[in-house]
């Protein structure tokens, strides 16, 4: 139990170093009033004034320019003038504390404190990591506990914030979470050369290729699939294959042939055998000329179009579909631009031109502000993942013009975001102005090294100012970004200005949010 709490709640906060010492005797409480402009108000505190996250001070150390404050709501450390603006810092919930009722503080060393709270101690280390040894402690965790016959899973845990004993268990979306993983192993691959990369990026992409197989149908990926007999496959979705051995999960969305054609993109170019890359080719094939010969619609197993599976015009034209307009039409260019340049199909060429001109979907990708209904993060993921081929292939500037439109619309929601993956995608393919990589690299160093998904509460903080509303009416939204190790645990289709949730450590989340922007950027030399 000693170690278990040490592991959840003693982690690195990805911060500066820091001079500490105890502090002897106790406060002097004494009060002093001064004038706000008068020149013995320090000048940092007069310009930048201390909010803090939480009241009902417990304790307190200083040393140097740092102060650790603790409460009956968590712990604070406030340090003026630190880099990127991360002043105050929130520490609070099991990720960092066994409850938030901090009873007194220890500074120990220029790199830690000991936090004695009401039902425990934790140890808080403060040391400095670099994003290549974040890196590697990433893709050490990924091997161990997140990967089931190739295919990238959370860790289910079996006692909150136990990662030693976890199981993996299907999901909704394992072809997409696979497919993005293996991408980060070809780019991986691509910036190291590293016999282990490509092991796994073939090992992610085998059972990616294995999605589309075991269903029987032909083009039809599943969602996921699992052996006969194991848990987590009840339910209408789920299917088992003729002969008995594998069950696998149907009505699958656009978000897996997204992702699938992605990964077979980026691995088509970037891996070196020709097994693979005729594989490829087949599987692409297949997909292809399922949605082609079904009016733009994947159909499986109920021989109509899937959910989420529909880029017709005649669903553009309902209700329902005429919102998706915009993300849908980039998603079929993207895949059918793929499909040429990875087959050398001239008709997939032509029937890509068809889409783009006669049916003016290309145009059409460039009305989304007229056309959204609601801020999707979700869709930013589906669009930046189809956008990226889409840009680096076409060499047509009148397509290349409609497509930068498109793109520039969806950036002006993303840029606030600061989000690493899509800032890192955008400068690769923007035909506009570079964009600072800075403020993304930053929330990609402050990702927490803890990925356990402890609840996280911010929305009750003082210094957090709430926009008065919710995302897609399921979480409350802060107006700023908070740091990313003050959030809750999520992946890039989950909007990063909701401030509250968590599954109180039940889950450890896989690691692909980091290593994908990451392998991208050290790829293109970006980091």
């Not at 994003?131 to 893709?139: G, S, V, Y």
């Not at 699938?260 to 997909?287: E, F, G, N, Q, T």
């Not at 880029?311 to 980039?330: C, E, K, Q």
């Amino acid at each position: 139990m000693r170690r278990l709490l040490y592991q959840s709640c003693v982690l690195a906060i990805l911060a500066g170093s820091f001079a500490v010492a105890a502090t002897p005797g106790y406060p002097r409480k004494t009060a002093t009033f001064y004038a706000p402009d008068s020149p013995l108000v320090p000048k940092a505190l007069a310009s930048v004034p201390l909010r803090l996250p939480q009241g009902d001070v417990t304790a307190l150390a200083k040393t140097g320019p740092v102060i650790w404050i603790g409460t009956r709501n968590g712990l604070v450390r406030y340090q003026p003038g630190m880099l990127n603006g991360v002043e105050t810092q929130y520490l609070a919930g099991r990720r960092y504390l066994p409850d938030d009722e901090v009873l007194s503080l220890l500074p120990v060393t220029d790199r830690g404190l000991w936090v004695r709270t009401r039902t425990g101690v934790a140890y808080i280390d403060y040391q400095n990591i670099s994003l290549d040894a974040k890196a590697n402690l990433f893709e050490t965790m990924q091997g161990k506990r997140h990967m089931r016959y190739g295919l990238v899973s959370d860790a289910v845990l079996d006692q909150p914030g136990d990662t030693a004993h976890s199981t993996t268990e299907p999901s909704d979306n394992d072809g997409l979470w696979t497919a993005m993983y293996a991408v980060a192993e070809c780019y991986r691959y691509a910036a190291t050369h590293s016999a282990v990369s490509l092991q796994r990026a073939h090992q992610s992409l085998n059972a990616v290729l294995f999605l589309t197989q075991v269903t029987g149908i032909s083009g039809y990926p599943a969602r996921s699939y699992v052996r006969k007999g194991e848990s987590g496959a009840e339910g209408p979705e789920w299917h088992d294959t003729a002969g008995g051995q594998y069950r696998w999960k149907g009505d699958t969305s656009s978000d897996e042939i997204v992702g699938h054609y992605l990964l077979y993109a980026i691995a088509y170019d970037l891996l070196p055998d020709s097994d693979s890359k005729r594989r490829i080719a087949a599987a692409v094939r297949a997909i292809t000329d399922n949605i082609l010969n079904h009016g733009y619609s994947l159909v499986g197993e109920t021989n109509a179009p899937t959910t989420w599976g529909k880029w017709s015009p005649a669903y553009f034209a309902t209700n329902s579909g005429r919102p998706d307009g915009p993300l849908n039409a980039i998603e079929l260019l993207s895949l059918f631009k793929v499909a040429a340049h990875i087959t050398g199909d001239a008709r997939y060429s032509k029937e890509y031109r068809h889409i783009a001109f006669d049916l003016d979907y290309a145009r059409l990708g460039t009305r989304y502000l007229e056309l959204r209904e609601e801020i999707n993060v979700s869709d930013e993921e589906l669009f930046m993942l189809s956008i990226y081929p889409l840009m680096q292939y076409e060499k047509d500037p009148a397509l290349l013009s409609l497509y930068q439109k498109a793109l520039d619309q969806w950036w002006q929601n993303e840029q606030k975001e600061e989000n690493p993956l899509w800032s890192i995608l955008y400068q690769k393919i923007t035909r506009g102005p570079r964009i600072s990589l800075q403020p993304a690299i930053a929330r990609l160093g402050n990702m927490p090294l803890n990925t356990v998904d402890w609840s996280v509460v911010n929305s009750t903080r003082r210094d957090v100012d709430m926009d008065g509303g919710t995302y897609r009416s399921r979480c409350l939204q802060s107006r700023q970004l908070l740091p990313p190790d003050e959030l809750p645990i999520t992946r890039w289709n989950t909007s990063p200005f909701c401030v509250d949730g968590g599954a109180d450590g039940r889950r450890e989340m896989e690691h692909t949010v980091f290593l994908l922007p990451y392998w991208i950027g050290k790829a293109f030399h970006l980091l």
